[in-house]
């Protein structure tokens, strides 16, 4: 079974400063991760994702996020916050074959706040 | 227009009536999803499809069906509605293979 684990269901930083969401994950077979933004009132978008290449992704909005398997882990960081990157951020996993591909499971999301 | 369009986008019933909520999606994908999103849980799945043949249930199924009546579309049912099925549903599609989502804008049901 796989499963997402979110640290912080709320973050705030000031205008500037890095942001940083936390992400494990737990999966018995190579995972595809992924990082979604749901903006108020709106579904959800594809921020970036991992599916095996390069261990360091970088995505729209100045977002990146390292893939280290020693720690289980897919943070999210950006290193300069904006006042239009408030929003909540999903992690999600989905195995990269078999029976399972194509299955996403979601973290409980952060909201990201960010102060003037 | 949008790619992955749900009616309606907001629905207020009352317990014991069906309901049916509905995806169409215009991007040519083979796999649709329902999930539903509450505060604090994230996003759950409720039912997944990856071809019109093809139905599975995901992790809260119970209370809830689905019809894939075409590549297209994808609709979900709640035959007797109950208070605790008041959410956020999510239809979203992906074309096998490429590991990526996208999702309509949500339907906002209200069961009192």
């Known amino acids: 079974a796989q499963s997402v684990t979110q640290l912080g269901s709320h973050v705030s930083v000031s205008e500037g400063a890095l942001v940083l969401l936390r992400c494990n994950y737990s999966s018995s077979v190579p995972p595809y991760l992924f990082w979604y933004v749901q903006y108020p009132n709106q579904g959800l978008q594809l921020l970036l994702k991992y599916t095996s290449a390069a261990t360091l992704v970088k995505g729209i909005n100045g977002f990146e996020a390292e893939f280290k398997k020693s720690e289980t882990s897919f943070h999210l960081t950006k290193p300069s916050a904006h006042m239009s990157d408030a929003a909540e951020y999903f992690c999600?996993?989905?195995?990269?074959?078999?029976?399972?591909?194509?299955?996403?499971?979601f973290g409980s999301g952060t909201k990201l706040n960010v102060k003037p | 227009d949008a790619d992955v369009t749900q009616t309606p986008r907001n629905r207020i019933t009352k317990t014991g009536k069906r309901i049916m909520l509905e995806c169409s999606q215009t991007?040519?994908?083979?796999?649709m999803y329902w999930y539903r999103q509450d505060p604090g849980l994230g996003l759950r799945l409720i039912y997944y499809s990856f071809d019109v043949k093809d139905i599975n249930k995901g992790e809260i199924s119970d209370g809830y069906s689905v019809s894939r009546q075409a590549q297209a579309k994808f609709s979900l049912s709640l035959e007797s509605a109950i208070p605790n099925q008041t959410a956020l549903y999510f239809c979203?599609?992906?074309?096998?293979?490429?590991?990526?989502?996208?999702f309509g804008e949500g339907s906002r049901l209200t069961v009192l």
């Open positions: 991007k040519g994908h083979d796999r």
């Open positions: 979203a599609t992906s074309l096998g293979g490429t590991g990526e989502l996208f």
């Open positions: 999600a996993v989905s195995e990269s074959g078999g029976y399972n591909f194509n299955k996403f499971y």
